[in-house]
């Protein structure tokens, strides 16, 4: 039994094993950063909805959309299309691809995430992921299976047509996940001047209150996007109350299916 595990464990490629490895490490450290430098003091570790968020959520939600929009979403288009034959980014150094696609998709994303806020139909895709009343390094987690198969098919398809190594499809989750994590995290930082730059919890946490913060600070990684277009807003306020200020419903099948309630319940 030990060997075949061992074996099993010695098939992954090296790439793979470093991505998990990372994430696992960053999740280890955050927490235990939420615990020495708390922003919202005496928030525990197992706060409500922690399980729903880590077991369907971050692992089984995240482990069959990524057969979905890998095996069936983008391998058909690259199947129609015949774009990633042409190995147009093969040739090009793993860091510089990742950050190319590092700031496009997030720029990307900036507007995506803005358009959501604005849109009553893709609110309802993107209102689970406001609805913890509770922000830290998992809850960002939550969010609904149709926001992630967009958001994740527009990611990668761009890798997989470009012909990009698998290394840069891994290296990219990593980037996405720890920045994730960071975001959302409840650890008191003070990044000063480089939070006009680089997004992280100071604005974050502000955009998951149910304060006029709610509607800005829509950047995940550069925080340059949200002072250009003037929806950047970082107060001195403290961050307290988060959440929606309407019902959601406490567990992962009810929330899935809540984002095609009737809109004449609201």
Request: positive net charge; proline residues 3%.
């Amino acid at each position: 039994m030990l060997s075949e595990i061992w074996n099993s464990l010695a098939s992954i490629p090296h790439y793979k094993a470093v991505s998990y490895s990372i994430i696992i490490c960053a999740a280890v450290l955050f927490i235990l950063l939420e615990r020495l430098f708390p922003y919202n003091k005496g928030q525990g570790v197992l706060r409500e909805g922690f399980f729903n968020d880590l077991a369907l959520y971050t692992i089984a939600q995240s482990y069959i959309l990524g057969i979905i929009i890998f095996t069936f979403i983008i391998s058909t288009i690259d199947k129609t299309s015949g774009l990633s034959r042409l190995h147009l980014f093969t040739a090009i150094p793993i860091w510089i691809q990742l950050i190319i696609f590092t700031i496009t998709h997030d720029f990307y994303i900036y507007w995506m995430h803005r358009w959501q806020h604005n849109n009553k139909y893709l609110w309802r895709l993107h209102e689970a992921h406001h609805s913890p009343k509770k922000v830290d390094w998992l809850s960002g987690s939550r969010s609904h299976a149709f926001e992630i198969l967009i958001n994740q098919t527009i990611e990668f398809l761009p890798i997989v047509i470009l012909g990009s190594p698998n290394e840069v499809i891994a290296y990219k989750g990593v980037i996405s996940a720890v920045w994730g994590m960071y975001i959302h995290s409840n650890i008191n930082v003070q990044t000063g001047i480089l939070q006009k730059f680089i997004n992280g919890p100071e604005m974050h946490r502000i955009h998951h209150t149910t304060g006029k913060g709610r509607n800005r600070n829509f950047s995940t990684k550069l925080a340059i996007w949200d002072w250009i277009f003037g929806t950047a807003y970082l107060t001195n306020e403290r961050a307290e109350v988060y959440g929606l200020k309407t019902f959601f419903p406490d567990n992962y099948l009810k929330q899935f299916i809540f984002a095609f309630r009737s809109y004449r319940k609201g």
